[in-house]
């Protein structure tokens, strides 16, 4: 089986964009289905490195959709304090990926992200936020030996209102991949 295999999407280029016209359609359509939206998830690839991410999140929270969720590896906000303020100032919820703490357990991204992650930990989980949600990825030889240090942040952290497992899965991806013996929440939440 293939370990430390490039999962994430660190790397992710600029690609197919919508626009921000496109976006507030959506949105628009998605409000006049629902009433009022309890959330939308800006995902796919890295949003933060679309050019109208900002204006999209604003737009989102001008239609009083309860949770403006940012799905992100934390690289711009840890080397953009524009859009860090601008953030700040938004309030979106952050959905952040957090694979642990030693710089080995980012050698299955394309770029290390650990920098990122602990610059980035104490502000996405700042008491100012709605929801604050790590999402490590989690790989046998890679971080399985971090979920504990994850459930139980460092002092100087504050607590998270959730973290959101994903074991990794490769199906499809690799040819020497045994489906069965993948990683599975309850696998390691025994350990």
């Known amino acids: ?13 600029r690609g197919f964009n919508l626009t921000l016209e496109e976006v507030e359609g959506m949105l628009d359509h998605l409000v006049a289905t629902e009433g009022t939206p309890e959330v939308v998830q800006f995902s796919g690839g890295e949003p933060s490195i679309h050019p109208q991410i900002v204006p999209m999140m604003r737009a989102a929270k001008a239609r009083n959709i309860r949770y403006v969720m940012l799905n992100t590896n934390g690289k711009r906000i840890a080397d953009d ?8 100032d938004i309030r979106p919820s952050i959905y952040f990926q957090f694979d642990g703490f030693a710089s080995e357990t980012y050698r299955f991204c394309v770029v290390s992200l650990t920098f990122s992650s602990r610059r980035c930990a104490p502000w996405i989980a700042g008491s100012h936020r709605s929801v604050r949600m790590l999402v490590p990825a989690i790989e046998r030889g890679v971080n399985l030996h971090e979920v504990g240090a994850i459930v139980h942040l460092p002092s100087g952290i504050p607590p998270c209102a959730a973290i959101n497992f994903q ?7 690799y040819d020497e991949h ?10 390691f939440s025994r350990r």
């Not at 304090?81 to 700040?88: K, N, R, S």
């Not at 045994?178 to 696998?187: A, G, H, V």
């Open 167 to 173: 074991p990794a899965f490769h199906a499809g991806r």
């Open 1 to 13: 089986m293939q370990h430390g295999v490039p999962l994430c999407f660190a790397n992710a280029g």
């Open 81 to 88: 304090d524009t859009f860090l303020a601008e953030l700040a």
């Open 178 to 187: 045994d489906p069965l013996q993948r990683l599975t929440i309850p696998t």
